[in-house]
């Protein structure tokens, strides 16, 4: 197992820009492939974005936010980021990092990543 810890979060304005960090302890970050998830108000945990270990090489995103949002990772800060550009209030939600030991499988489902950090409060005003 690894401990998540998430930050970055906040308010901001319909088009700003915000990076959210996940730190993660432990000895194996190489190991791992990394997610995040997204929670809104009443409604159910839903997927934005994996990163797989470094020998895959994958990075994939949910239709909502192809093309605004980037994951990645800094294997030497045992750290995930994920760069959030030109948000909407439809983003607003808080924001779970999660992580896999071993290859991706159904990485769009939250069963399939062992540990999650607490999460982090996104809110974008209109």
């Known amino acids: 197992q690894v401990q998540l810890v998430e930050s970055g979060g906040g308010l901001v304005q319909a088009g700003d820009s915000l990076r959210l960090s996940c730190a993660a302890s432990g000895r194996t970050f190489s190991s791992y492939s990394f997610c995040w998830f997204r929670q809104a108000p009443g409604k159910e945990r839903e997927f934005v974005a994996v990163?797989?270990?470094?020998?895959?090489?994958?990075?994939n995103y949910a239709d909502s936010v192809k093309g605004r949002f980037t994951i990645s990772r800094d294997n030497a800060k045992n750290t995930v980021y994920l760069q959030m550009n030109s948000l909407t209030p439809e983003d607003t939600a808080v924001y779970y990092c999660?992580?896999?030991?071993?290859?991706?499988?159904?990485?769009?489902?939250?069963?399939?990543?062992?540990?999650w950090g607490q999460g982090t409060q996104v809110t974008v005003s209109s």
């Open positions: 999660a992580a896999k030991a071993g290859p991706l499988a159904n990485y769009r489902t939250s069963m399939e990543y062992s540990d």
């Open positions: 990163i797989s270990r470094p020998m895959s090489n994958i990075r």
